[in-house]
């Protein structure tokens, strides 16, 4: 038997309201999908009962959250969550039990400040709980009957419990079958991450990212991007076992994953005909490359790790929002392995000679099958300076001239409350850590409501004993809900006042002058007390030669050495470069470049100088021995 047959049952019911029930019994039995199908039946059900208003709550852990509202005010109400028995919905929820309020404003559970905050009048309610068998999922009310006498009566809460026990049974089939799916996603995450992490070849490991990303993100195309040398490279495409880099329509998704890797950040487009900022600079940048593939959304993951940024994971769709929450999550985490993997591939490959050994044995074998004579006449000395020269790669190095330490960024330390500056603890040019307290606003006020809250509090809780001593439930229910208004209050007062201690939130140095005279100022919330200089990150700034410009671009890493760190090696990379040269005393100029570099352990500190090397591509070693003189021969003989 279905939920709603008993209801069918019931006589008292109208043939549109019966004619309703029947059509959500049937609707909600053929989809797993409820929550848009939840909304239109809701509607339905407002129009039938002629309410003004109405509520659909679910319930999370302890909280109701309200997720669906119809009325004059929905956009407020949407959203707000209560207590677990807090409020008429609340109580409704915790028993179970549906329940007719003909003046809501004369029930003590009544949360008026919810109408309060809206300005909407609530007078006669109706009230059911949403549960399975055993689990109740949360409540739907509706307020405000529009016609006849103007209170809902038996006929429309018996409407309400027959759309709630259909809703119930599908939102529990839903909540079963998100389950299996995440465990479906899970086992198949593991699959990838088990193929991504057990190859050292750079190729493979790509051309799985690209395909197998699919068994669990809803794309119809992805492509991948190497970092080399600072310049993003197409690697691999789906479904695309070999592609020219070169065609057109390659270029132009190199280019737009290009672009879109400049926010450094996670790009998710749910809807390209949106209205957000990113929709519309992507159709005014790249109108011939979405005409040309119709595409409708589209992501790009940045894949990076602790050295750095190693390439970017691009996908797309045909369909609006085809990643989600729990899609862009998967994708994220996938993009997290596949950074770490082409990582240890890469610094694989910078091993000396791991792509020769294989060449090298097979020489080795035909030159041991030579006569001895044959083998020094032929190969000899001569043959392995050429080949050493020749193959053996090594990362070219540029030593800057100098290189000094300085903040990474400045970050503005801001009012969250407003209040009188009490007392300044900050200092111009003083180091700071995260969380130290850098003034202090008034408090007085906060602390007095404290202090009257915590005295509510405690008769409450007081009232609610003795309540229960004498047996009256009722007079307890109440003081209970009161207990839990008095400790909320308790909490945001609490909270309120910690905001009035405007805090670091980063390491830094205090850059503002005299913060001190601020003392005794009003700040207003949200304006800016001092300016902090970062220290968790800083910038390298340094001096390169003039003839090393060539060898040196924005991408590659920079190493540092310091005298107070000697044994530590610090690993930025290069972010700017000078767009001009600076002349020297002696007419040799230099270009300054900055990098930034990662200072979590806080063992650096602004102002040091530092000994650096900027490490370029790799190079054959004899190319690295011969530029000095091949550049040397072409600045002296030229016509």
């Not at 809501?104 to 400040?113: I, K, S």
């Not at 790009?267 to 005409?291: C, K, M, Q, W």
Request: net charge negative; aromatic share 4%.
């Amino acid at each position: 038997m279905s939920p709603g047959a008993p209801i069918l049952a019931n006589t008292n019911l109208t043939l549109e309201q019966l004619e309703l029930l029947h059509e959500a019994g049937l609707e909600f039995a053929s989809t797993l999908d409820s929550d848009e199908l939840l909304a239109r039946v809701f509607d339905r059900a407002l129009d039938v009962l002629d309410a003004e208003a109405g509520s659909i709550w679910l319930r999370k852990a302890d909280v109701l959250v309200c997720e669906i509202a119809r009325g004059p005010v929905r956009e407020k109400i949407e959203g707000i969550e209560l207590p677990m028995g807090a409020g008429i919905v609340g109580d409704v929820a915790l028993r179970g039990e549906s329940e007719l309020v003909a003046d809501a404003t004369d029930d003590p559970r009544f949360v008026h400040q919810v109408d309060d905050a809206t300005g909407f009048a609530t007078r006669s309610v109706a009230t059911v709980p949403l549960k399975t068998k055993d689990d109740v999922l949360g409540a739907l009310q509706v307020l405000n009957k529009r016609s006849g006498t103007g209170l809902f009566d038996e006929a429309d809460l018996t409407l309400l419990e027959g759309l709630a026990a259909t809703a119930g049974l599908s939102l529990h089939n839903a909540q079963l079958h998100g389950a299996e799916g995440r465990a479906r996603d899970l086992k198949a995450m593991l699959e990838i991450s088990r193929e991504i992490t057990s190859t050292l070849d750079t190729d493979r490991l790509v051309v799985s990212l690209a395909n197998l990303g699919s068994r669990i993100l809803s794309y119809d195309r992805a492509a991948v991007s190497l970092e080399d040398a600072g310049q993003l490279t197409l690697r691999a495409i789906s479904g695309q076992e070999t592609f020219d880099a070169k065609s057109d329509a390659n270029l132009e998704l190199d280019r737009l994953m290009e672009w879109l890797l400049e926010r450094g950040e996670v790009a998710y487009v749910p809807d390209i005909e949106g209205d957000t900022e990113l929709a519309s600079s992507v159709r005014t940048s790249f109108p011939g490359y979405l005409e040309r593939t119709r595409i409708r959304s589209l992501c790009l993951v940045p894949l990076v790790d602790e050295e750095g940024r190693v390439g970017a994971f691009y996908m797309e769709s045909a369909s609006v929002g085809f990643l989600g929450d729990a899609g862009l999550e998967a994708a994220q985490l996938l993009a997290t392995q596949a950074s770490v993997a082409l990582r240890n591939s890469e610094l694989y490959g910078q091993v000396p000679l791991i792509g020769l050994l294989a060449p090298v044995a097979e020489m080795r074998n035909r030159l041991a099958a030579m006569p001895r004579t044959a083998f020094l006449r032929k190969v000899g000395i001569p043959v392995v300076v050429v080949i050493a020269v020749a193959l053996i790669p090594w990362r070219e190095r540029v030593s800057p001239r100098s290189a000094e330490l300085i903040p990474g960024s400045r970050m503005p330390v801001r009012a969250t409350v407003g209040g009188l500056l009490e007392e300044v603890r900050a200092q111009e040019g003083a180091t700071v850590s995260r969380g130290d307290v850098l003034a202090v606003l008034r408090d007085d006020e906060i602390r007095i409501r404290i202090s009257e809250t915590e005295g509510a509090l405690a008769a409450a809780r007081r009232e609610e004993a003795s309540a229960r001593s004498r047996g009256d439930e009722t007079q307890s229910r109440l003081a209970d809900i009161r207990t839990a208004e008095f400790t909320e209050n308790l909490s945001l007062l609490r909270e309120q006042l910690e905001r009035t201690r405007i805090r670091a939130p980063v390491d830094g140095v205090i850059l503002t002058v005299r913060p001190h005279e601020m003392l005794g100022e009003y700040l207003e919330p949200g304006r800016t007390f001092v300016l902090l200089g970062r220290t968790d990150r800083l910038q390298v700034e340094a001096l390169i030669e003039q003839h090393d410009v060539d060898r040196v671009q924005t991408g590659l890493p920079i190493r540092l050495k310091v005298a107070a760190r000697p044994n530590h090696t610090f690993v930025g990379t290069i972010v700017q470069m000078s767009p001009s040269a600076t002349p020297g005393p002696a007419g040799d100029a230099t270009v300054t470049v900055w990098g930034d570099i990662d200072n979590d352990e806080g063992l650096l500190r602004p102002g040091l100088e530092a000994r650096a090397k900027i490490v370029g591509a790799r190079r054959p070693v004899g190319y690295l021995v011969f530029r000095p003189l091949i550049r040397w021969i072409q600045m002296r003989f030229w016509r």
